[in-house]
């Protein structure tokens, strides 16, 4: 069983108007085997908390700790992070021109495993991924992400989770602009890499619906760059049914948990 453990986290970012802080401090505990929805309005620090986590260079962290299995990630750059087993789907995930998706994936899963996978092996695998979420087998010719549509792209991101097999993943509003059909392939995506018992996972999401695909154990409400409240899989129905205007009120008071 692996360990990703956040501390106390406090991010800030450098804007036109000065230095803003983003998170907290926020405490978070997560292991392989949970899966842990992180919900809340726009702006409470949901994405920030992942591309920290990933170590996008445009976030400081001013105090507090992200460690593995007890190792200190914030002092790990971004590759080391990923070899560690750490991966981001992207909420909006990026174009390579001149890259192929099959010289992407076999390059970076090289570089994770630092040694290259059986060619054999290695294309049976990617190709029964693929059908399973229904990338249509051209595309493992076509450039990374270049013309892919929205859910094209996030069907890409799931692909990467499950060919990489990370201890955690992170996957930041995958749903976001997903159609009813779109959303059930890359639920069903994930459900079957975590179906190994050997990954933890982390969901940013702004809504329900992706939660009757992928059931959370716990779930966590961002306000203000803090958790205003934690609960389990009921919390998220509460949610639904109240919103978050309870949680902004108690912001804009001060009376969010610390």
Avoid: C
């Avoid at 803003?20 to 949970?34: A, D, F, N, R």
């Avoid at 908390?49 to 007890?70: F, K, M, N, Q």
């Avoid at 549509?149 to 749903?175: C, H, N, W, Y």
Wanted: aromatic share 6%; hydrophobic share 40%.
């Amino acid at each position: 069983m692996s360990t990703l453990e956040i501390k106390d986290l406090h991010v800030s970012i450098e804007t036109e108007q000065g230095t803003k802080q983003i998170l907290k401090g926020v405490s978070l505990t997560i292991q392989t085997g949970e899966i842990h929805a992180i919900m809340g309005p726009n702006g409470s620090g949901k994405s920030t908390l992942a591309a920290t986590i990933a170590g996008h260079p445009r976030y400081t962290v001013d105090s507090g700790s992200i460690t593995l299995d007890g190792e200190d990630v914030l002092e790990m750059s971004v590759d080391e992070r990923a070899r560690a087993g750490l991966f981001l789907a992207m909420q909006y995930p990026v174009e390579v021109p001149g890259v192929t998706m099959t010289n992407f994936l076999r390059t970076a899963k090289t570089a994770l495993d630092g040694e290259a996978p059986s060619l054999r092996t290695w294309t049976k695998e990617v190709k029964e991924a693929m059908a399973h979420l229904r990338i249509d087998a051209d595309f493992a010719q076509r450039n990374v992400n270049e013309g892919f549509s929205g859910g094209e792209k996030k069907r890409v991101e799931i692909l990467q989770l499950e060919l990489f097999k990370p201890k955690f993943a992170i996957m930041d509003e995958t749903d976001s602009g997903l159609d009813v059909d779109a959303l059930k392939v890359v639920s069903e995506g994930h459900n079957r890499e975590f179906a190994r018992g050997a990954m933890g996972t982390l969901l940013i999401t702004h809504y329900t619906r992706i939660l009757r695909y992928i059931k959370p154990d716990f779930v966590h409400v961002f306000v203000d760059g803090k958790i205003a409240e934690e609960g389990g899989p009921e919390l998220a129905d509460r949610l639904e049914e109240e919103g978050y205007d309870r949680f902004l009120a108690a912001a804009a008071t001060g009376t969010v948990k610390a």
